[in-house]
């Protein structure tokens, strides 16, 4: 037996990589299947080598037992998730801040560390670039510039992504293939927009896959999107995943404030001072989302 983890699924095959980074193709055994246990891109399991691999292909063999997982992202599929590096950039398109808030809450959700890469860089002005900064500081995140047109940040963003599991998301053409392709020139992943990509008959959608970095980090590349919904979560763990709320919400006079119009209410007058204007319209914001969910 060996330990492997998966790095790409498809048709009920299982790529995956075991610990010298040797390459098995596996199926799983039936069991698990019967048991309705799906396995995911980033599993680790436990794997009964059939076929030894030589230079020509993968060695196959049999998935036998999935180990535990410390999370797992619904979109993209991926489990074992060691940090989510939101990628927006400066112009071309703008960003989206609500949307960066909502990424951060997702991924505050299953306990992902999340950081910020702001890609772009060489499209703005020093004046637009302060702005921008402004607002950034504002959220409880570490962040970086990045250009994967000049190279600037790209060396911060590598360090950034040694030895671990990191998944790139956010929307369509803010560059995170570029930036994948400037950390690591031989992924030679597809870059573009859409309608560039659609005109070279490419795919738009990307399965996804575990790439490994010659630093020993892997990354996941996920399609760009502009709509994401909380699904199952419930308007009252929303605070919990604004971190800056964290020391202020044993303050508010209610046990069970939920920081919108209550009295007494810690957060709220932390405005302006601790907590920016910005981030908490975002919290109202998807309170209010949350609350239309659970009326239905
Ligand atoms: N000026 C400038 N253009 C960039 C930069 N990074 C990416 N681009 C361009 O932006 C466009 C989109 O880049 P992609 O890397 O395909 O963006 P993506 O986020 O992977 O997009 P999706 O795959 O649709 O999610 C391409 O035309 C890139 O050449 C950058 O740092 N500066
Ligand atoms: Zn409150």
Redesign the pocket.
Do not use: H
């Given at each position: 037996m060996r330990q492997g983890k998966i790095f790409k699924a498809a048709g009920g095959f299982f790529s995956l990589r075991d610990e010298e980074g040797v390459k098995f193709t596996c199926r799983a055994r039936g069991i698990l299947k019967r048991n309705r246990h799906t396995l995911m891109v980033g599993d680790e399991v436990i794997f009964q080598p059939v076929v030894e691999p030589n230079c020509d292909s993968a060695g196959e063999g049999v998935i036998e037992k999935v180990l535990p997982r410390k999370n797992s992202l619904r979109r993209p599929a991926v489990v074992n998730v060691d940090q989510l590096a939101v990628?927006f950039?400066m112009k071309?398109p703008l960003c989206d801040w609500q949307l960066a808030s909502r990424l951060a809450v997702l991924a505050e959700r299953e306990g992902i560390p999340v950081f910020f890469c702001f890609?772009?860089?060489?499209?703005v002005t020093a004046d637009e670039l302060k702005e921008i900064d402004i607002l950034l500081v504002s959220f409880p995140y570490t962040y970086i510039h990045?250009?994967?047109?000049t190279g600037e940040g790209i060396a911060m963003l590598k360090n950034n992504l040694a030895c671990r599991c990191s998944v790139f998301a956010?929307p369509?053409?803010?560059?995170?293939?570029?930036?994948l392709n400037a950390v690591q020139p031989k992924l030679t992943l597809k870059?573009?927009?859409?309608s560039?990509?659609i005109g070279r008959g490419k795919h738009?959608t990307r399965s996804v896959e575990l790439l490994p970095l010659d630093n020993g980090g892997t990354v996941v590349?996920t399609?760009?999107f502009t709509r994401l919904n909380f699904a199952d979560m419930e308007a009252g763990e929303l605070a919990h995943y604004f971190p800056e709320f964290a020391d202020l919400r044993s303050r508010c006079i209610f046990r069970d404030c939920r920081h919108l119009d209550e009295p007494g209410c810690a957060v709220r007058e932390s405005i302006g001072k601790s907590i920016n204007p910005l981030r908490y319209e975002h919290y109202r914001f998807f309170m209010e989302e949350l609350n239309r969910q659970e009326v239905y």
């Open positions: 990628v950039s071309n890609n772009k860089a060489d499209l990045t250009s994967a047109l956010g369509s053409g803010a560059g995170k293939s570029s930036l870059t573009g927009t859409i560039e990509k738009t590349d399609p760009g």
